[in-house]
């Protein structure tokens, strides 16, 4: 399993930025996707996920609102449109692939991507 993140980038507080997980059709159709973020000095945490079907999605209570978890199928990439960023979004953004339903728990995810950071100035 290949995931490719990207989009990272500074951005002021207010802004939006959308990242990118380019990944392989059979990952996007058979695997639960996710979104999880490290802040500088803290451990990675849970932002979004989605099931591979695309019905069921997931936020963390503190980006609820504000980020959105989607897909292409087409570009075989799964995307997070942020906005309203604040300046504690900051933090390198992963991508993540697992094979349970447990969409929340960092320790259900098999697959990382390299991350990309997000950069919120205020």
């Known amino acids: 399993v290949q995931l490719q993140a990207s989009g990272g980038g500074l951005v002021q507080a207010g802004g939006s930025l959308r990242l990118s997980c380019e990944t392989s059709r059979r990952t996007l159709s058979t695997y639960n996707m996710g979104w999880f973020r490290q802040p500088p000095g803290k451990e990675r945490e849970f932002v979004a996920a989605?099931?591979?079907?695309?019905?069921?999605?997931n936020y963390a209570d503190s980006v609820r609102g504000r980020f959105t978890i989607s897909r292409n199928n087409a570009k075989n990439t799964l995307y997070l449109q942020m906005s309203k960023l604040q300046p504690e979004d900051t933090a390198v953004y992963y991508c993540?692939?697992?094979?349970?339903?447990?969409?929340?728990?960092?320790?259900?995810?098999?697959?990382w991507g390299q991350g990309t950071l997000v950069t919120v100035s205020s």
């Open positions: 989605m099931t591979w079907t695309g019905y069921r999605q």
């Open positions: 993540a692939v697992t094979g349970s339903f447990s969409l929340t728990s960092i320790n259900e995810y098999n697959y």
